[in-house]
């Protein structure tokens, strides 16, 4: 497989979406970097922003096996990994999968459910694999979480911990959008005030695993200078000097910039990395993964506003 290959395989995905999605191409373009670099994704948006339509036009451009999981309040660890049940018929315990068992999950409204639940997911997300009752069980190197929450309710909700936020590959805020954009979805899907069913669309899978794998073992070869490195490097130490944030982003996340980057490059059709790969992704991969300083909120900085701080700051390789 080559450039041209990916660049095809990419630009099919995304004109599926398009099919019935508007817009949020800065959305499609963070979750096709998060396929192609076997990380997993948070969208951030107010209720109607298409979060949920939009990624499960993804998953059907996609020949994986896709499940959903809608978090709720009550919701257990067991209803998330599943359980071994006892077999009045065979005198023995038979593994229940959860529906965390799949290849792309939608962790629907994923604040909604307590810590407890929430958890269930980390060492899926780091490991791609579950434990249940001391036997660990494989996920595949396929599974991919794609998780969505509501900035805007408080009640009834539990911010996510931060070593599950550190497992996040990106985190997204999904936008309003245009005037001419909103005039198209109206025209649309405004006939209608229930969801629309995807088959209406014509939505159909451009791509396997196999295939996946494919363009992720040309990923791997894109080249990323000493340079680079180093660059990726300052910026993620520079959050932990930045007066204005309490804690700085994780070494796991210099990790994750760079093969993000990768990926990016090879989705604009270069086998090299370059700064504006680097710079352009640096806000969606830092933004979770940092905590403000309480001064900087009486100030009314937001994160990205730091995080383009220290972007401006630190010189990139020429």
């Not at 409204?109 to 958890?119: C, G, H, L």
């Not at 209608?192 to 040309?218: Q, Y």
């Amino acid at each position: 497989m080559d450039l041209e290959e990916i660049r095809s395989t990419t630009q099919g995905l995304r004109e599926q979406v398009a099919k019935a999605v508007v817009g949020q191409t800065t959305a499609v373009d963070l979750l096709l970097v998060a396929l192609l670099s076997e990380g997993h994704i948070l969208l951030e948006g107010v209720p109607g922003t298409a979060k949920t339509m939009l990624v499960q036009c993804f998953a059907g451009a996609l020949s994986l096996d896709f499940g959903r999981i809608q978090f709720t309040p009550d919701l257990m660890p067991g209803d998330v990994i599943g359980t071994n049940l006892f077999n009045f018929q065979t005198n023995e315990f038979a593994l229940t999968k959860g529906p965390i068992f799949t290849q792309l999950l939608l962790a629907d409204e994923i604040n909604r459910t307590p810590p407890k639940t929430q958890a269930a997911l980390l060492q899926a997300m780091h490991e791609r694999a579950v434990t249940i009752d001391g036997q660990t069980h494989d996920l595949g190197a396929g599974f991919m979480v794609i998780a969505t929450q509501n900035p805007i309710e408080q009640q009834g909700t539990y911010p996510l911990p931060e070593a599950q936020l550190d497992r996040f590959l990106f985190k997204h805020t999904l936008d309003y959008p245009s005037r001419d954009e909103e005039r198209d979805i109206v025209s649309r899907h405004g006939h209608r005030t229930s969801m629309p069913r995807l088959a209406d669309f014509g939505i159909a899978p451009v791509a396997d695993l196999t295939r996946l794998a494919a363009v992720r073992e040309v990923i791997r070869s894109i080249r990323l200078s000493d340079d680079l490195i180093g660059y990726i490097v300052d910026l993620v130490r520079g959050t932990r000097e930045h007066p204005s944030l309490q804690f700085g982003a994780s070494p796991r996340s210099a990790n994750m910039l760079a093969s993000a980057s990768r990926a990016y490059a090879a989705l604009n059709g270069r086998d090299f990395v370059i700064p504006d790969d680097v710079k352009y992704l640096a806000p969606p991969t830092l933004r979770h993964r940092v905590i403000l300083a309480p001064g900087a909120e009486i100030e009314g900085l937001g994160v990205d506003q730091v995080i383009g701080q220290i972007v401006d700051r630190i010189a990139a390789p020429r």
